[in-house]
């Protein structure tokens, strides 16, 4: 992105706000900043349900990012709000529930900013998988594929001057 090119605001966005779009958000942010477009890019997380609101991230979440040097001791699960739609330039959900919950909460203009954020990725995978339930390996392959497709965006971000 250049000085001419626009600024962007994008939203991750799982179930509770807890495990997998605050590590989105959480990685997302560093690799933004690491371009040194941290002045240009409007990131945050959100959930669906509301069963988490202000908790941070899950303690397996924090420990492994922390693990691969990416910090998210500030982030506080919120619920998606209506003015989120209009916000938003993006909104990328995790799974396929969340992407179908996301478009029945918000108006047909706004679908097509909807998307899931494994659309970025190289790997052939539609969902991030949901690690609440499971042990530590969960959460490192939640980090692989974000890793992965936060690499993805941040190279279309960059390719389409957005």
């Known amino acids: 992105m250049s000085d001419k090119e626009k600024n962007i605001s994008v939203l991750f966005v799982c179930m509770?706000?807890?495990?997998?779009?605050?590590?989105?958000?959480?990685?997302?942010?560093?690799?933004?900043?690491?371009?040194?477009?941290?002045?240009?890019?409007?990131?945050?997380?959100?959930?669906?349900?509301a069963y988490h609101v202000g908790?941070?991230?899950?303690?397996?979440?924090?420990?492994?990012?922390?693990?691969?040097?990416?910090?998210?001791?500030?982030?506080?699960?919120?619920?998606?709000?209506?003015?989120?739609?209009?916000?938003?330039?993006?909104?990328?959900?995790?799974d396929l529930d969340n992407l179908a919950l996301l478009r029945e909460q918000s108006e047909p203009e706004h679908h097509e900013?909807?998307?899931l954020f494994l659309e970025y990725a190289s790997a052939r995978q539609t969902e991030v998988p949901d690690p609440y339930y499971g042990g530590a390996t969960g959460f490192e392959r939640v980090l692989d594929l974000v890793e992965d497709a936060s690499r993805g965006l941040l190279e279309k971000l960059r390719s389409s001057g957005a």
């Not at 997302?28 to 959100?46: M, N, P, Q």
């Not at 990012?65 to 989120?84: K, Q, T, V, Y």
């Open 16 to 49: 509770g706000n807890i495990c997998r779009s605050p590590t989105a958000e959480g990685v997302f942010r560093h690799y933004v900043t690491e371009a040194g477009l941290a002045h240009r890019v409007d990131i945050d997380s959100a959930g669906t349900h």
């Open 55 to 94: 908790a941070p991230p899950d303690r397996r979440a924090l420990a492994a990012a922390a693990r691969r040097g990416f910090a998210m001791d500030e982030i506080r699960a919120r619920h998606i709000s209506p003015d989120d739609f209009a916000r938003f330039d993006l909104i990328l959900a995790m």
């Open 113 to 115: 900013k909807i998307c």
